[in-house]
């Protein structure tokens, strides 16, 4: 099924993360777009590794042809995808409208971009995750207050870390830290401790099948969840006891200090468990889940700080509402989060399917939108 471009052909990458949604609108596809012979009046979709290998073709075209070349990388989306532009080399590309950004999160004006929400889809058809959401994770008795995981070590993160230890609230926690050193490719306006911060994996109980061979091995100056999980994206995958052992999950997504939400795989996990959370995220996070249809937990906690812009003041607050939910009864939280967690978690499963197939339609009338402008103003 061709899909109506006018004149225009779609022409996707069979590595892009959307080529199963594109595929049955599309007119053809490549795998090596060094090898394709361009259609001038096609359009093309590439993902991140087709691109960095054609950058210089791609530069070419988009400057002769604005718009018709589709830079296709979900897995990026907000402070992140600034980070990816910049190594490649087309953030300009992007700024003058030439080159169309198919991404995950948000950005400020000015960007030519397509958003989509889609890092949820392989959380939730996993099928060893659908089997991991059916276990019951509100049963009494749980050995730990709290789920803290950690990977890359963040500013906001490596902040977390400090606080959480210094009141003693890191011992109540079933944590990981996966670097010894801030990254700081972001930057920061937190105030942190110097030290470095030490490995910390989770007991082989907790971890995921693929990972336990490499507990017990020797651990590489960098890289740890690289080599943690094989060099696979093991970051999807859910093991319920985890969920089971906790009353909530403290979220540290990927975006903090910029402005924009980033939805990653670290709030959609706890979701499909149904198990409660706080974001340790962007201000306007929360905002933006409503948004989006769930739910969040204002009734039985204040949640103000999620509109507030300063860092250091929104991560303090965030730090006094964990401390509050822990002093006051975790196992309490969690009990009263029930509703909105079941809620959640149904929502999740609806809002997958309704972006999945709404994804091919709105690209589609976008791409026709910025066509009909073009051809007004020319």
């Not at 609108?25 to 394709?36: L, P, Q």
């Not at 803290?148 to 830290?177: A, I």
Request: net charge negative; proline share 4%; with cysteine.
């Amino acid at each position: 099924m061709s899909i109506m471009l006018g004149s225009r052909r779609l022409i996707i990458d069979t590595w892009s993360e959307v080529y199963d949604l594109l595929k049955p609108y599309a007119d053809g596809e490549f795998w090596d777009f060094a090898k394709e012979e361009i259609d001038t009046s096609a359009i093309y979709v590439i993902g991140r590794l087709q691109l960095k290998e054609n950058l210089d073709q791609v530069t070419k075209m988009v400057n002769q042809r604005p718009g018709c070349v589709i830079f296709c990388n979900p897995a990026e989306g907000s402070q992140t995808i600034k980070l990816q532009m910049a190594r490649l080399g087309i953030h300009e590309l992007v700024r003058q409208r030439k080159l169309l950004l198919l991404t995950s999160g948000d950005l400020e004006e000015g960007y030519y971009q397509f958003s989509t929400d889609g890092y949820f889809t392989n959380i939730v058809e996993y099928l060893d995750n659908q089997a991991a959401a059916t276990h019951d994770v509100f049963a009494p008795g749980k050995p730990y207050d709290f789920l803290f995981l950690n990977g890359r070590l963040r500013p906001h993160r490596k902040y977390m870390l400090s606080r959480f230890r210094e009141m003693g609230l890191l011992d109540r926690s079933l944590w990981t830290c996966l670097e010894e050193r801030v990254s700081m490719a972001t930057g920061t306006r937190l105030t942190l401790d110097p030290n470095c911060e030490e490995i910390k994996l989770l007991p082989a109980q907790y971890e995921i099948e693929r990972a336990i061979p490499q507990l017990d091995l020797p651990k590489p100056d960098r890289d740890v969840k690289h080599f943690l999980f094989n060099d696979t994206w093991g970051d999807a995958i859910v093991n319920p006891n985890c969920y089971i052992d906790t009353c909530f999950s403290v979220v540290t997504e990927t975006i903090y200090e910029y402005p924009y939400t980033f939805r990653t795989e670290k709030i959609w996990k706890p979701i499909l468990m149904a198990h409660p959370w706080i974001a340790v995220a962007n201000n306007g996070y929360y905002r933006d889940m409503h948004k989006a249809g769930f739910q969040t937990f204002g009734k039985l906690i204040n949640e103000s700080f999620d509109l507030i812009d300063n860092s250091q003041d929104r991560i303090e607050r965030i730090i006094s509402t964990v401390n509050d939910i822990v002093q006051n009864g975790s196992e309490a939280f969690l009990q009263a989060s029930r509703n909105i967690c079941k809620y959640n978690q149904q929502h999740l499963v609806e809002y997958n399917r309704q972006q999945r197939a709404e994804l091919p339609i709105k690209l589609l009338d976008h791409i026709n939108e910025r066509s009909r402008i073009s051809s007004t103003t020319t």
